[in-house]
Structures are given as C-alpha cells and as structure tokens.
C-alpha cells in the first residue's frame, strides 16, 4: 500500500515536471515557418524565410535575404540603398547625379 502510494506521487511529480515546458511553449506563441518553428514576436515568416525583428525593425524580405526597409529598396532580388535607390541594369544609382540610357549609367 505504502508503495504503491510512492510510485503514485513519484508519477505525479514526474509528469508536473514535463508538462512545463509544453505550458511555456503554448504560452509563447511559437509558430512554424515551412518545418521551422519561430517566436511571431522576434520574426517574420515570408513564405518559408523567416527575418528578424530587432530593436522594433522589422526586417522584409529581397530574394533570399532580410533588409532594413529604412536603408535598403528591394527591386525583385537586388538591393539597393535608400541613398541609392534606383536600379540601372545591375548597379543601383541616385537619380540626381545619374540617369539610366539603355541599361547604362549617364553622369546628369
Ligand atoms: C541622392 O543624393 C543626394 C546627395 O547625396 C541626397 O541628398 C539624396 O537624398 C539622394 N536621393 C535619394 C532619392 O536618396
């Protein structure tokens, strides 16, 4: 009887023990991105590609990679900077010092 009673309580606090870290994850939101799981509060999903969130910037997604939108403009794949922001073939230019002429940079 005694025995039984300690295997009993043994059980009960082994199982107090595992359910914590599933009650945490509840809590925690965690989604999956595709097979990836991810915290909503610290990433983005897009479409499988998961880009941080940090210090309250959330990052976006160009082709492959996360960028800041305050300092980059994402033309399909390419970056550019935001001091630069225009695509001209594969080079990113400002438009108030060059133009684009068939694919070619011209100094303005
Ligand atoms: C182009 O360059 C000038 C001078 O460096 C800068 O003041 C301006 O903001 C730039 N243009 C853009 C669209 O960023």
């Known amino acids: ?3 039984t009673t300690y295997i009993f309580a043994t059980f009960a606090i082994v199982s107090a023990a595992l359910a914590v870290p599933v009650d945490n ?16 509060s610290k990433y983005t999903c897009y479409d499988g590609l998961l880009c941080p969130i940090q210090n309250y910037v959330v990052y976006k997604r160009c ?8 300092k980059y403009v ?3 794949t390419k970056m550019c900077p935001t001091t630069d922001p225009n695509l001209c ?13 068939y694919g070619r940079l011209v100094q303005v």
């Open 25 to 40: 994850l509840v809590e925690r939101d965690t989604k999956y991105c595709g097979y990836q799981p991810y915290e909503p």
């Open 89 to 101: 073939g594969d080079a990113c230019y400002n438009s108030s010092r060059y133009k684009c002429e």
């Open 63 to 70: 082709g492959g990679d996360c960028y800041d939108p305050a």
């Open 74 to 76: 994402c033309h399909g």
């Open 1 to 3: 009887m005694q025995l």
